[in-house]
């Protein structure tokens, strides 16, 4: 387009690492090929059921939320990767990312993997990291405090500790895992990618769902899909600039003593390590909630830790005493025999 400055980075053949879009080889499935990549035409990351998840993570990046259309699992397992809403900050376990490091797919939740038939032991847990003030008034924290006494206030929609008659906010951000910074295929999270629908302009709207090249408006967070979504949303060529597919971090907390709880790996999920939570077979210990729940099910479909132990005693008991019963009425018999 004439006058658009930023058109030279919109191509493969640019020699320049600087580009506002990819050349490679999978840009396809995120829907970020250059207009002369091997690649394109574009796939769509809506068909290929990519999102960008932003929500309390350093990085947004794509992550996928639906299941392969092969997957001959059941429709829990479905229904817990596409239904999981990422605006429910009191269920933090059915938000949590994994990353298969051999492919660089990362995916919604654990579910979503495993709906897409990838082996648990190739997936890895994205860092979870909660931060708090290290004090409040007099009151000083320190991890084994946090770890105790963190909850969620439904009042306040956040995670924190109620102190003294006070609530003190904290805050939870996902990390990448480390051997995978810049090998994910990142996003903006405010990305603009279709006209309105009072726009008129056929040719505009065309070209705006063609390719990709992305702008980003000036003095802002807003990104669009190229230089065609923003004149079709109203922006002029003077008010964008080139946008090079570095995303800047965001939410990182700094500016006051804090203390920082890290949960690495979904490794206190096992309930046989340190802590041997009593949960039933198909349980896993939450530790935010502190019940035992089905990984990535409802937090309504949670189940007391003491009481589950107590109900598995029950049925343990009766086993014993019922295999017992029948072994001496078959003693009993042979006997009579």
Not at 162 to 179: A, W, Y
Not at 235 to 262: F, H, M, Q, W
Not at 263 to 283: D, M, Q
Not at 322 to 337: A, E, K, P, R, T
Request: aromatic share 12%; net charge negative; charged share 25%.
């Amino acid at each position: 387009m004439k006058g658009d400055a930023c058109a030279t980075f919109d191509q493969c053949s640019v020699t320049n690492l600087f580009r506002t879009c990819s050349c490679d080889s999978d840009c396809h499935i995120y829907g970020t090929c250059c207009i002369d990549a091997e690649q394109f035409p574009l796939t769509s990351m809506t068909e290929q059921h990519f999102h960008c998840k932003s929500d309390r993570i350093t990085t947004p990046v794509f992550a996928k939320r639906a299941c392969a259309e092969n997957y001959k699992g059941g429709t829990d397992d479905k229904h817990r990767c596409t239904e999981t809403e990422e605006e429910d900050k009191a269920d933090i376990i059915s938000n949590w990312m994994v990353t298969n490091p051999k492919t660089g797919v990362t995916y919604w939740n654990k579910q979503c993997a495993v709906c897409n038939n990838e082996k648990e032991d190739d997936l890895e847990y994205w860092t979870l990291q909660v931060t708090c003030p290290s004090k409040h008034g007099e009151k000083k924290f320190d991890e084994n405090y946090i770890k105790k006494h963190l909850s969620f206030d439904l009042k306040e929609d956040e995670w924190g500790l109620s102190v003294e008659g006070d609530f003190v906010s904290c805050f939870i951000r996902f990390f990448q895992p480390g051997d995978m910074a810049g090998k994910l295929e990142y996003c903006a999270p405010n990305m603009i990618s279709t006209c309105p629908h009072n726009y008129t302009n056929e040719d505009v709207i065309g070209k705006c769902s063609n390719y990709y090249g992305e702008r980003k408006e000036k003095n802002s967070d807003i990104y669009y899909k190229n230089v065609h979504c923003a004149l079709c949303n109203g922006k002029t060529l003077k008010e964008l600039d080139c946008a090079g597919r570095n995303y800047r971090p965001i939410g990182l907390i700094s500016g006051y003593d804090i203390i920082r709880v890290t949960f690495g790996s979904g490794r206190w999920l096992n309930k046989e390590g340190v802590e041997k939570y009593k949960c039933s077979k198909t349980f896993n210990y939450d530790p935010f909630h502190k019940r035992c729940r089905r990984l990535h099910g409802s937090l309504s479909n949670m189940e007391d830790k003491t009481t589950n132990a107590a109900q598995t005693l029950a049925v343990q008991a009766f086993i014993f005493i019922s295999v017992f019963f029948i072994n001496n009425i078959f003693l009993y018999f042979s006997l009579l025999m």
